[in-house]
């Protein structure tokens, strides 16, 4: 299952950058990008799974940018 989500609040590319290399070692994710100048995640999962990992992205977001926010397009 492929779905896209706005990120609000990220502050720098880095940031994004380090977003997306923690979500793609996710179990489960098979492909997840960043745009940071769009603040839009990417992201290809096991549908099955898709609400558990959404989970675990979002924890993971908040580890590096505690004010990011992740909404549905």
């Known amino acids: 299952m492929k779905k896209k989500y706005i990120l609000s609040e990220i502050d720098c590319a880095n940031c994004a950058a380090k977003m997306e290399a923690a979500i793609n070692k996710i179990d489960g994710v098979e492909e997840a990008t960043i745009n940071f100048m769009a603040q839009k995640l990417t ?21 590096v940018e505690p004010a990011c926010e992740l909404q549905s397009k």
């Open 43 to 63: 992201i290809e999962a096991d549908e099955e799974r898709f609400d558990e990992i959404m989970e675990q992205v979002q924890k993971a977001i908040k580890k």
